[in-house]
Nanobody, 115 residues
């Protein structure tokens, strides 16, 4: 069983930055694809950024040039650096671990961006 614990959310003014972190336990971290997703009120959960076990990253245009995902396999940690934040980035952010068809989720961390 994989356990994921997120941290780093909070309240920030538009244009500011936040760094989210997720620590994994209970598994061999390096073999998992890791991702950050978010869910705003009344909306579906969406992918923010994904980093595969080999290091390749995937992200939607909405965060291109603003968000950066990274992983440290030695520390079982995946991080999301968020810069130039916008009010529309406000959501609960979830850490995800994926291997084959299995997904594991953290409890989520709230990010609120005010203008």
């Amino acid at each position: 069983q994989v356990q994921l614990v997120e941290s780093g959310g909070g309240l920030v003014q538009a244009g500011g930055s936040l760094r989210l972190s997720c620590v994994a336990s209970g598994t061999v971290f390096s073999i998992y694809d890791m991702g950050w997703y978010r869910q705003a009120p009344g909306k579906q959960r969406e992918l923010v950024e994904l980093i595969l076990s080999g290091g390749t990253t995937h992200y939607p245009d909405s965060v291109k040039g603003r968000f950066t995902i990274s992983r440290d396999n030695a520390k079982n940690t995946v991080s999301l650096q968020m810069d130039s934040l916008k009010p529309e980035d406000t959501a609960v952010y979830y850490c995800n671990a994926r291997r084959l068809s299995r997904h594991y989720w953290g409890q989520g961390t709230q990010v609120h961006v005010y203008s």
